[in-house]
């Protein structure tokens, strides 16, 4: 096979244009890799080859953000998220003065927002960020009586205990009591929130917050299995408390078959308002004389409170069913030559595989021509007879190494630091109609400039959703897939999916494109 046929060669007038410029220096090579005078640079269409995996259910707890709700997809149908979390111990062994009650407990879960400028009135004005969908569900919060391990007991407690998208029904069985709150119908409002705390002065200080669930639960459950164990067992320290109060558990369930979905940060070592609040009064001496009657032995009520926070372990539950035609086409795609449709989907929703070049003696060929790399880029198309697009279309993918399940090289090659990825890596998907079609555009140079100098294996690469492509930490899948292991845990957070143009698509136009520019040299 002649792979050179594939090649599109500029004009013959930019060719001369190219060796007279040449003589200037308009070209310099950094690393193998030429820059300057891209249009005139050639253009090399290489074998690829991708398809897709279901990856079933995911490792969810340790993700850095949680998922609550009841999300839609136009494509891939209805996930609902359910998230169990643990209670710990504001501080432990606490004291609360003399015959302590209870007067309102709060619980707090800040949203993701946005604040924008203020409104007429002079009021914060907000927008949510990380929403999906525009209508309610059922929001039930109960206590559980689950136990989340932090360490794995059969693995003798070296290692992290995992647990799975699908354990929601072991969950739900081990609920116990009556539901600490319920709404029948529940929406995220971005408006700021106005109420009325306690300060050290016992006076009343009026506090706007910023859009957050804060609801009121029950004073008995509190005043029982709290204040009044105060110096028990259960209090003294986060262990046994842990043991006591195993979890609270939030239960999303579709109200007329529909709903929204948000992310929330439930670790309040993270996010300082999330938890629960008990507001107490209890008596003490009242050593001023407040009442002036010279009595200064007198118990009065003093306003207080103590905080119970969420984690540090956070797991998320997922109902996801794939229609039938899509689960059907993925198991059936034959992975030796690719498939027609790409199927990305987050949570636990599907991985596609990338193999680049065609074949071993593809790359051979390539290797001996010791080229100068200008650009090497994967292009994906949107399937846009599949996908409506607007704001269910994920903005970003994310391909990584799928034996290290670390990103490619060109994910920090340009960044100052690791922890920042090259925004001209990746960018966000083109939505601009431009004659092309909507697309991603992933640009990995030197990944492919590595390869071909033989720094680098040609290992098979994932595409997956990506929530945030600053988190590239990784989730374990229960079962193995395709001799995948794991998959980026900000891929298991975003609820959206896109169907993609495969290196089979009948649309030739739309194919999965590998394009490579380069500059011939002489060997």
């Known amino acids: ?34 820059i300057g005078q891209f249009d005139s640079i050639p253009l090399y269409e290489a074998g690829i080859i991708g398809y897709s995996n279901k990856i079933g259910p995911v490792q969810t707890n340790g993700l850095p953000v949680n998922s609550l709700g009841v999300y839609n997809d136009p494509v891939y149908g209805q996930q609902v998220s359910s998230v169990l979390t643990q209670l710990s111990l504001g501080t ?77 029904p072991v969950f739900e069985n ?33 506090i706007f917050d910023a859009p957050r669930l804060r609801v009121n639960l029950p004073v008995q459950f509190f005043q029982e299995n709290i204040i009044d164990k105060v110096g028990s067992s259960e209090l003294f320290n986060n262990n046994n408390f842990r043991n006591f109060i195993r979890g609270i558990y939030f239960k999303a369930e579709p109200l007329n078959g529909d709903g929204n979905l948000l992310l929330l ?27 002036g009657d010279g009595d200064i032995t007198e118990l009065i009520g003093q306003s207080s409170s103590y905080k119970l926070n969420f984690g540090s372990n956070t797991v998320n539950t997922f109902s996801q069913e794939f229609p039938a035609a899509i689960a059907s086409e993925i198991s059936g795609a034959n ?47 949107v399937d846009q007879d599949r996908v409506d ?13 799928l034996e290290t399940y670390q990103p490619i090289i060109d994910y920090y090659v340009f960044t100052s630091t690791a922890a920042t990825q090259d925004p001209n890596h990746a960018p ?11 697309k991603y555009k992933i640009r990995i140079t030197d990944h492919i400039i590595q390869i071909l100098n033989n720094n680098t294996t040609n290992v098979k690469l994932g595409l997956v959703v990506m929530q945030n492509t600053n988190v590239v930490t990784n989730s374990a899948l229960k079962t ?12 298991v957070i975003s609820p959206e999916g896109t169907v993609l143009h495969g290196n089979l698509s009948p649309d030739a136009d739309k194919r999965l494109k590998f394009n490579i520019y380069y500059t011939e040299t002489n060997n």
């Open 480 to 491: 193995t897939i395709d001799s995948i292991a794991r998959v980026p845990s900000s891929a």
């Open 428 to 438: 966000a998907l083109e939505r601009e109609e431009t004659g092309e079609g909507i």
């Open 389 to 401: 697009g607007g704001d269910a279309e994920p903005e970003n993918i994310y391909l990584y190494n």
């Open 174 to 206: 081990s609920l116990v009591g009556s539901p600490l709150y319920s709404n029948e119908s529940f929406f995220p409002s971005n408006a700021e929130v106005v109420h009325g705390e306690f300060n050290d002065e016992n006076e009343v200080d009026t």
């Open 92 to 168: 432990t062994n606490p004291e609360f003065g003399t015959d302590a009650v209870v007067d309102s407990v709060v619980l707090t879960l800040p949203y993701f927002n946005t604040e924008l400028e203020a409104g007429e009135d002079g009021n914060a004005v907000y927008q949510l960020d990380s929403l999906f969908g525009n209508s309610p569900y059922k929001l039930t919060i109960s206590r559980s009586n689950f136990f989340i391990n932090n360490f794995d007991p059969e693995a003798d407690f070296a290692s992290v205990q995992k647990y799975y998208s699908n354990q929601g």
């Open 1 to 34: 096979m002649i792979f050179l046929k594939r090649a599109r060669l500029v004009p013959l007038a930019l060719l001369m244009v190219l060796a007279f410029t040449s003589c200037d220096n308009d070209f310099n090579t950094i690393g193998g890799r030429l």
């Open 265 to 291: 940060d439930f670790n309040s070592a993270t996010n300082a308002d999330a938890g629960i609040t008990i507001y107490y009064t209890s008596q003490v001496t009242d050593a001023s004389d407040s009442d």
């Open 335 to 381: 992975k030796g030559i690719g498939a027609e449709k790409l199927y990305l989907k987050g949570g636990e929703g599907t991985v596609t595989v990338i193999k680049l070049f065609e074949d071993e003696a593809e790359l051979a060929e390539l290797r001996a021509n010791n080229w100068l790399i200008n650009e090497a880029n994967l292009t994906f198309f």
